[in-house]
């Protein structure tokens, strides 16, 4: 689980996308709707991204697995104080694994890993759920394609993780026969996916497979997260329709 960008990108990328997030959400009715998160209002989005931000700190910075948190539990304060929230989870986490050591090893779902990890985790769900926050509330989203990639990737990882599947079960049905699913984006090299028979596996490079989606890298990561529907004109798809519905059926993170 490599990232492309070094940990200065991904620090950075964070507070890019949380601070996106929080102009999404700056001022909105608490009890606005998330249509992509359809269990939750708007303040509980919040209170999930801040909430994460400041668990993995405190993960990195005790060294032990913690307890994952509830979102409904989480208390971001009144509207006015969501920058704040929002802030100091930010700041807690970067300048925990900076203090820490991007390299030291911490705890993960999968064992061992460096602490980096959860700078990647959780830039990989702000980047998601900044999307969230501005579709339910009609404002702009911005993410720049090194980012929109990573998070591509970095969910890759995580579904091609030995024992992924033991906490997201729907997991063990991408494994195949060898049938490939492709993503192709305009501005750099795509990812192909292989449905092994042992194990997902995947790579960078062109794109052959049985079906694949084409656009632009931001709409393929927002079809990859179940964000914009395969069917929406921003992508085109071409080939095995039914296995493209098969992988997004079963590759929720």
Do not use: K
Request: proline share 7%; with cysteine; aromatic share 8%.
């Amino acid at each position: 689980m490599t990232s492309t960008l070094d940990t200065a990108r991904l620090a950075e990328g964070l507070w890019e996308q949380t601070r996106g997030f929080t102009r999404a959400v700056a001022g909105r009715d608490p009890d606005t709707r998330v249509p992509t998160c359809p269990e939750w209002p708007l303040r509980t989005l919040v209170g999930h991204v801040g909430q994460e931000h400041q668990w993995a700190a405190e993960l990195v910075r005790r060294g032990e697995q913690l307890p994952i948190p509830d979102p409904r539990q989480a208390e971001p304060g009144a509207p006015d104080e969501w920058a704040r929230w929002l802030r100091e989870g930010t700041e807690g986490l970067i300048s925990t694994i900076q203090e820490t050591g991007a390299d030291t090893e911490t705890r993960t779902f999968f064992g061992p890993r460096p602490a980096a990890f959860w700078l990647r985790r959780m830039l990989s769900d702000t980047c998601v759920h900044h999307y969230d926050a501005a579709f339910a509330t009609d404002t702009a989203f911005d993410i720049a394609d090194d980012l929109a990639a990573d998070v591509l990737s970095e969910n890759l990882d995580l579904l091609s993780t030995p024992g992924f599947e033991t906490t997201r079960p729907a997991v063990a049905g991408l494994r195949g026969r060898g049938e490939r699913i492709g993503f192709r984006p305009r501005s750099t090299e795509g990812w192909v996916i292989t449905r092994a028979p042992e194990a997902l596996r995947w790579e960078r490079g062109p794109v052959m497979a049985d079906v694949v989606v084409s656009g632009v890298v931001v709409d393929l990561m927002l079809v990859f997260s179940h964000r914009l529907p395969p069917e929406d004109d921003r992508v085109t798809v071409t080939g095995d329709r039914a296995l493209l519905n098969h992988w997004l059926a079963h590759a929720a993170l």
